[in-house]
């Protein structure tokens, strides 16, 4: 048989070749009976080979370094510890207000309601809070309006390869005798905004490098300046999109013992307790011919019930869609008539008159993302209090105010700004989840496309360029302002050829779109943009400049 006779290199085992033989007898017997010895002469047809050597010491040393993994688990039963509801009812009373899902995937919220010191009359429940509850937005939206609108300032616009469409504001300005420049740079993703101090700059930087202060991601050879006067009114319809004065929550009553959707959608019957509770949240309104905030309700055929409950808070109005004032249909065991405005919110109440779990997963919805459980607890001495727990998806941020220990609440004025804020600032925050958040992003990019190309032409147009059949606008009105209205008023679709490619698309002002809802107020803002836009946006300037950039000499008597 032929064998291969090499030296083994000096080094390979940190010495002599020598020693790197003795190096292997040592390894190799340890872990092998009966294992020829290296150092053993060479026989004729029972050489050993050397690399057979080191690939047998190699073999025995990675089975040294192997770790035994876990068997897999074959149900997610076993790495699953929440009990079903059935298995808590079976444990009998109290129950929490919310179980977990089986499977997970929501936290919670609000899990005790046990006070230290308890009393028959709970007078012991503590005030959760002190001063006004904060409701909560995207910072950025109404920072234009707050420091650009209507004070001398500069807009440019420009495509990147890689973030897209651009438009950025500069604006000069001096706080305490120090001198900065405030810079807003909007993407696709989002707004980034920053103020930086001149003196911190070896130069004054152009608009290209005021960009690149803000996302150093900024690939382009330059900006371009806009020139059209009444840019500002675009520029701060599309920054403020975001924000919206309309919401509407789902409230769910839950009787004692329910545990399916079905259950729930089919009650009828309110309880003394429930219709208390609902006139705690809101006015009693009468649907037909219903001029405010209709939340997708009928006002006008009676197709969606005769009555609901509507608030106004802080400016905010809020439609409720009450499981029992929806249509009910006999013979219909999931209730779709109900279901379908219900399931398509967002945020909603589930209102329990006793002690029963409440799981999340009981609504079968691709939209309802966060739920607020009220409990009804009466006190001994006539007055009414509530525990309170709330329950999201894994992906939607915790939002405030935060729940007080125990989460018991007196009904009081305070505790109703107290939910209702919540339940504002719950849907805000489940824009976040991930679903939502595509959403909003495929809407601001579009939005933000549109702005775009609108600036784009109205500033060739003013410079006197030439402008192709693609880009003129029908009837004069404002393309970017009719792509708005599309987006804003679900059911509409862009009047610019140029924009057909947004056909299809739909979304409300947040960037939601299963909100089946014509926004009365949003179309009177926007007509009134079209019309008269100065008014609207209230461009107020501070003497010297007008709203518009490049800035002009404001003129009496005279309208741009």
């Known amino acids: 048989m032929f064998s291969r006779e090499r030296a083994f290199p000096a080094g390979a085992c940190g010495g002599r070749s020598e020693e790197g033989v003795r190096c292997f007898s040592d390894v190799i017997d340890s872990p092998t009976q009966g294992f020829p010895c290296a150092l053993a002469p060479a026989v004729p047809n029972k050489a050993v080979d050397l690399f057979e050597m080191i690939e047998k010491m190699q073999g025995s040393r990675l089975d040294e370094q192997r770790c035994s993994l876990p068997a897999p688990l074959k149900t997610e039963e076993e790495y699953i510890p929440y009990p079903s509801i059935h298995e808590v009812l079976q444990k009998g009373w109290p129950y929490p207000l919310i179980i977990l899902p089986q499977f997970g995937g929501y936290w919670i919220e609000g899990t005790s309601h046990n006070l230290s010191s308890f009393s028959p009359t709970l007078s012991d429940v503590p005030f959760p809070w002190s001063g006004k509850v904060k409701l909560e937005s995207d910072p950025t939206a109404k920072l234009y309006r707050k420091h650009f609108l209507g004070k001398e300032h500069q807009n440019f616009y420009s495509s990147d390869m890689s973030l897209g469409y651009l438009v950025l504001s500069v604006k000069y300005e001096q706080i305490e005798k120090q001198e900065n420049l405030r810079l807003l740079l909007r993407t696709r993703t989002g707004t980034k905004h920053d103020l930086i101090p001149i003196s911190c700059l070896n130069e004054f930087p152009n608009a290209v490098q005021m960009a690149k202060l803000l996302c150093e991601d900024v690939n382009v050879e330059r900006f371009f300046p806009v020139l059209y006067p009444k840019a500002s009114q675009l520029i701060v319809a599309f920054d403020e999109h975001v924000i ?52 997708g309700l009928d006002v006008t055929r009676g197709q969606t019930g005769t009555e609901s409950v509507y608030t106004n808070f802080r400016g905010k109005e809020i439609m409720f869609h009450v499981s029992t004032k929806l249509p009910f249909t006999e013979g219909d065991s999931q209730q779709l008539q109900r279901k379908r405005h219900i399931g398509n919110d967002i ?153 057909s490619r947004f056909h299809g698309r739909r979304s409300s002002a947040i960037g939601i779109e299963n909100i089946q809802e014509e926004k009365r107020d949003t179309a009177e803002r926007i007509q009134k943009v ?4 100065g008014t609207f946006f209230d461009l107020k300037s501070d003497g010297s400049s007008s709203p518009s950039s490049p800035e002009f000499p404001s003129r009496k008597n005279k309208h741009i």
């Open 244 to 295: 919206s004065n309309n919401f509407k929550f789902g409230v769910i009553y839950q009787k004692p013992g329910q545990t399916t959707e079905e259950e729930v959608f089919s009650n009828t019957e309110e309880s003394l307790g429930f219709l208390e509770f609902l006139d705690f949240l809101g006015d009693k309104i009468q649907l037909q011919d219903f001029r405010g905030f209709r939340g």
């Open 347 to 499: 945020v909603a109440i589930i209102f329990q008159d006793e002690s029963t779990p409440f799981v999340p997963d009981m609504i079968a919805s691709n939209f309802l993302h966060a739920y607020v459980v009220v409990q009804l607890t009466p006190g001994t001495t006539g007055d009414t209090f509530y525990k309170v727990s709330v329950t999201a998806r894994d992906d939607v941020p915790f939002f405030g105010p935060p729940l007080p220990n125990p989460a018991i609440f007196r009904k009081s004025a305070e505790f109703r700004e107290f939910l209702l804020a919540k339940l504002i600032n719950a849907e805000y925050s489940c824009y976040r989840a991930e679903k939502f958040a595509k959403l909003e992003e495929r809407t601001r990019s579009a939005l933000l496309e549109s702005l775009f190309e609108e600036l784009q032409l109205r500033s060739r147009s003013m410079m006197g360029l030439p402008i192709g059949e693609d880009d003129k606008i029908e009837n004069g009105s404002g393309g970017f302002l009719e792509n708005f209205k599309s987006f804003a008023l679900p059911g509409r679709s862009p009047s610019r050829t140029r924009a």
């Open 530 to 533: 079209l019309d008269n836009p």
